[in-house]
Nanobody, 127 residues
């Protein structure tokens, strides 16, 4: 029943910004735990950011200080604001549900009850 749809990807120059969106349906937002992951060909998915209903956020080390995850409950939309983009950020980006708590969501499999993925949106950062 959970349906996630990402959008906002594209091609940008290094140093520029991009905001990704994930429209959520079939998932109660009174209690939530959501995240963003990214993947490049031949590699596993890398945790980028997570947020839960305790107001806690978690970020991957490579994006701390540059990316911000937020949830607009009224619009049922999860966002990932990406600033100061680098070529290394080039990847397919996916939003995901359902973790238990954000602090361990990016590195601990046990922090996830189930994993629902969106279809992904591709980001290319040119040097």
């Amino acid at each position: 029943q959970v349906h996630l749809v990402e959008s906002g990807g594209g091609s940008v120059q290094a140093g520029e910004s991009l905001r990704l969106s994930c429209i959520i349906s079939g998932y109660g937002l009174d209690s939530y735990c959501l995240g963003w992951f990214r993947q490049t060909p031949g590699n596993d998915k890398e945790g980028v950011a997570a947020i839960d209903n305790d107001g806690i956020t978690s970020y991957g080390e490579s994006v701390k200080g540059r990316f911000t995850i937020t949830l607009d409950k009224a619009k049922s939309t999860l966002y990932l604001q990406m600033n100061s983009l680098k070529p290394e950020d080039t990847a397919m980006y996916y939003c995901a549900a359902d973790c238990t708590t954000a602090p361990q969501a990016l590195s601990t499999p046990a922090a996830w009850r189930s994993v629902y993925w969106g279809q992904g949106t591709h980001v290319t950062v040119l040097s």
